[in-house]
């Protein structure tokens, strides 16, 4: 079982850049696949960025070029640098971890372990 929690949140311009943290601890986390996610009110929670722990990623179609996620094995931390930030791109993000490989995944089911979530709010 992995604990994760995000901090780096907040509210931004259209256009701006926010790098959001995720900090794990517990058994295992070197080893998963890491992934963010976002909910926006009303909106299912959809996948944004995953990354092997050989830095292997894949991102969601709208936010690739602009968001850039990477990881620290040795510090238990994975990162998501957002830059040119648009309000679509407002909602709460989660980080979450799955075991093995991310294999290009990003269906949230698949993730098991979750962290309590940040708010990105562009405005």
């Known amino acids: 079982h992995v604990q994760l929690v995000e901090s780096g949140g907040g509210l931004v311009r259209p256009g701006g850049s926010l790098t959001l943290t995720c900090v794990a601890s517990?058994?295992?986390?070197?080893?998963?696949?890491m992934g963010w996610f976002r909910q926006a009110p009303g909106k299912e929670r959809e996948g944004v960025a995953a990354i092997d722990r050989d830095g292997t990623t894949v991102y969601k179609d709208s936010v690739k070029g602009r968001f850039t996620t990477s990881r620290d094995n040795a510090k238990s931390t994975q990162y998501l640098q957002m830059n040119n930030l648009q309000p679509e791109d407002t909602a709460s993000y989660y980080c979450a971890t799955k075991s093995g490989r991310c294999t290009g995944d990003l269906n949230p089911s698949v993730y098991k372990d979750w962290g309590q979530g940040t708010q990105v709010t562009v405005s």
């Open positions: 517990g058994y295992g986390y070197s080893s998963y696949c």
